[in-house]
């Protein structure tokens, strides 16, 4: 059974950072890309970065240059630096898990699992 399961979510004041964690299993990490994508009160889920099997790295324009997504594959973990936050990042954060290696994976159909999310608070 694949359980993907966030953490490191809060409430931080703007200006500050926070670093969510994503720890996966049931599934052959290495052979996943992982994403991450965020959901503000009513509105859709929206993507906002995600690193491939092969360590490609994609990102939203509005994160660019403040958020950092990594994964460490001896540890089956996915995570997300997030500096400069701002009260527009508030949203719950969602982790996922895609077969797909192209900038597909933008795309949250491209996603197999999910996380349950942890909410991410940014206060101004």
């Known amino acids: 059974q694949v359980q993907l399961v966030e953490s490191g979510g809060g409430l931080v004041q703007a200006g500050g950072s926070l670093r969510l964690s994503c720890a996966a299993s049931?599934?052959?990490?290495?052979?996943?890309?992982m994403g991450w994508f965020r959901q503000a009160p009513g509105k859709g889920r929206e993507f906002v970065a995600a690193i491939s099997k092969n360590f490609g790295t994609y990102y939203r324009d509005s994160v660019k240059g403040r958020f950092t997504i990594s994964r460490d594959n001896a540890e089956n973990m996915a995570y997300l630096q997030m500096n400069s936050l701002k009260p527009e990042d508030t949203a719950v954060y969602y982790c996922?898990?895609?077969?797909?290696?192209?900038?597909?994976?933008?795309?949250?159909?491209?996603?197999?699992?999910w996380g349950q999310g942890t909410q991410v608070t940014v206060s101004s």
């Open positions: 049931g599934l052959s990490f290495s052979s996943y890309g």
């Open positions: 996922g898990a895609s077969p797909v290696y192209t900038i597909l994976i933008r795309t949250s159909t491209s996603y197999d699992h």
